[in-house]
């Protein structure tokens, strides 16, 4: 069975679009959001929603600085602004704490974020909403358009389907950050995923300092 284009489903919904629409587009981080607004900025009226209550504060400040500045430059879209809620990320990770990057902990992190999202949306009349998150090679298109879809049954508001990483949308994110020198994270954001970026570093780095000893002996 073929897996769904999810690059080709959101083409056809703009195809059918009869104007402007607006969107609610939630951003994870301004480099991301980059090259996602700047395929969509002359289809659609967009405001950003910065939610993100899984990233730690002071990383949180950081990047929400650095989306409104990105977005002050450009002029691109709107804001909305929000709470940080750190604890609502909390309690909707409990339990799940030691699962791996991209499982179980990571699908109800997208949960959160994106019924915030389809929330805001649907009280503040748009017409669709859809995330940054599918132009990183590190998440699962598939996973994010089936939390969005689910998230949009029942609602005026509609999901806009999305692998931004398609057509080079990884690649010019890239290319944006540079432009507009972009404080550009390593790591997700969450404390899980930063423990799991320092151990992964330590262990390469320790692998590095074991092949440097074995070169200086031979």
């Known amino acids: 069975m073929n897996k769904p284009d999810f690059d080709k489903l959101m083409q056809e919904q703009i195809s059918r679009l009869g104007g402007k629409a607006r969107l609610l587009l939630h951003s994870c ?23 993100n209550p899984n990233i730690e504060e002071e990383e949180y400040l950081r990047r929400k600085e650095e989306q409104l500045r990105f977005l002050k430059e450009t002029g691109w879209a709107d804001t909305l602004d ?36 389809a929330e805001e949306a649907e009280s503040g ?18 996973v994010l358009n089936a939390v969005g879809e689910r998230l949009a049954e029942g609602l005026r508001v509609k999901w806009l389907y999305s692998d931004f990483k398609k ?32 151990r992964r570093a330590g262990v390469s780095a320790a692998k590095e300092g074991l092949s440097d000893r074995s070169q200086s002996k031979n």
């Open 29 to 51: 981080c301004a480099p991301c959001s980059s090259a996602c607004l700047e395929r969509l900025k002359d289809l659609f009226d967009i405001t950003v929603f910065y939610y």
């Open 167 to 198: 057509r080079n949308g990884y690649l010019r994110s890239c290319e944006l950050a540079r432009e507009h020198g972009l404080y550009r994270q390593n790591y997700c954001g969450c404390v899980y995923s930063r423990r799991e970026h320092e």
């Open 82 to 117: 929000c709470d940080h809620e750190a604890e609502k990320f909390s309690a909707a990770c409990r339990g799940l704490e030691d699962a791996p990057e991209g499982g179980a902990r990571c699908v109800k992190c997208y949960e959160l974020r994106l019924r915030r999202t």
């Open 125 to 142: 009349g748009y017409d669709y909403f859809a995330t940054t998150l599918t132009v990183s090679p590190q998440k699962n298109a598939a």
